[in-house]
């Protein structure tokens, strides 16, 4: 018995997403504007992403501890939209969404990687030893990643600035 079936393809016109971790260090701004220039080379899109730790303070409580809360992950929403402007202006050309999520940078980019075709980090951020050639969440997201992961040197995107 032969059926008469016919066959649909669905076209996804889903745009390639790439995140990029941001914690305002002149290596993440680096990263930012290579993931852009990326982002419109492929006709993709840019997740900003930037984390966020509560180090809570054992004296707050109540309504004081929630405020403490709030007023952290403000600032960071703050200093995120203060670094994507910075970087890479208002018009970047192509969608850039901040996120700011909590929790250890590392984690919340391998998090974050789940979802990306493609993660891109500085070499460094905002750690404490500058001789190293890769710093301690680069190294961690490079190693557990779900995605390909792209490590940009400071000043290596005006090779790649059109």
Same mark, same amino acid.
């Given at each position: 018995?032969?059926?008469?079936?016919?066959?649909?393809?669905?076209?996804?016109?889903?745009?390639?997403?790439?995140?990029?971790?941001? #914690?305002?260090? #002149?290596?993440?701004? *680096?990263?930012?504007?290579?993931?852009?220039?990326?982002?419109?080379?492929?006709?993709?899109?840019?997740?900003?992403?930037?984390?966020?730790?509560?180090?809570?303070?054992?004296?707050?409580?109540?309504?004081?501890?929630? *405020?403490?809360?709030?007023?952290?992950?403000?600032?960071?929403?703050?200093?995120?939209?203060?670094?994507?402007?910075?970087?890479?202006?208002?018009?970047?050309?192509?969608?850039?969404?901040?996120?700011?999520?909590?929790?250890?940078?590392?984690?919340?980019?391998? #998090?974050?990687?789940?979802?990306?075709?493609?993660?891109?980090?500085?070499?460094?951020?905002?750690?404490?030893?500058?001789?190293?050639?890769?710093?301690?969440?680069?190294?961690?997201?490079?190693?557990?990643?779900?995605?390909?992961?792209?490590?940009?040197?400071?000043?290596?995107?005006?090779?790649?600035? #059109?």
């Amino acid at each position: 018995m032969r059926t008469n079936r016919e066959e649909t393809t669905v076209s996804e016109s889903i745009e390639p997403l790439i995140v990029v971790g941001v #914690d305002g260090s #002149d290596h993440s701004k *680096e990263a930012l504007r290579w993931g852009v220039a990326q982002a419109k080379a492929i006709g993709g899109r840019v997740h900003a992403v930037m984390s966020w730790e509560w180090n809570t303070n054992p004296f707050a409580v109540g309504a004081g501890a929630q *405020e403490d809360l709030a007023t952290a992950e403000e600032a960071a929403r703050r200093k995120l939209a203060d670094t994507v402007a910075e970087s890479v202006g208002t018009s970047p050309g192509v969608p850039v969404f901040r996120r700011v999520e909590q929790g250890t940078p590392a984690q919340v980019l391998v #998090d974050a990687s789940a979802e990306a075709d493609l993660m891109v980090v500085g070499t460094r951020g905002h750690g404490g030893f500058k001789g190293a050639l890769l710093g301690s969440v680069s190294q961690q997201v490079v190693q557990y990643a779900a995605s390909t992961v792209v490590v940009v040197r400071e000043n290596d995107y005006n090779d790649y600035a #059109d």
